[in-house]
Nanobody, 123 residues
Framework: QVQLVESGGGLVQAGGSLRLACAAS????????MGWFRQGPGKEREFVAA????????LYADSVKGRFTISRDNAKNTMYLQMNNLNAEDTAVYYC????????????????WGQGTQVTVSS
């Protein structure tokens, strides 16, 4: 089992920045990839970004390319999401996820999920 805990959410004005963190514990050696997803009010959960845990390759949703950066610190078993130039459409609960076998943009590829952290962007 892998446990995931997100942090770093909050209230920010449009155009501002936030950095989310996702700390993994448990069988972290089994992690192949991690990702960020979000669910806005009245919306379905959507992919944001993903990172391969060993090679470091990354994948982004078109809506966040050029504004968000995903990274990881293997020594700390922590993944980050740097979010810049935020807008109201980014308001959502952000979830981190981990997979022992898959890497991609669909939620079904991920076996472990955090509880989520709220990001609210005021316009």
């Amino acid at each position: 089992q892998v446990q995931l805990v997100e942090s770093g959410g909050g209230l920010v004005q449009a155009g501002g920045s936030l950095r989310l963190a996702c700390a993994a514990s448990g069988r972290t050696y089994s992690i192949y990839a991690m990702g960020w997803f979000r669910q806005g009010p009245g919306k379905e959960r959507e992919f944001v970004a993903a990172i391969n845990w060993t090679g470091g390759s990354t994948l982004y949703a078109d809506s966040v390319k050029g504004r968000f950066t995903i990274s990881r610190d293997n020594a700390k078993n922590t993944m980050y999401l740097q979010m810049n130039n935020l807008n109201a459409e980014d308001t959502a609960v952000y979830y981190c996820a981990a997979s022992p076998t898959n890497y991609g943009s669909t939620p079904e590829r991920y076996d472990y999920w955090g509880q989520g952290t709220q990001v609210t962007v005021s316009s």
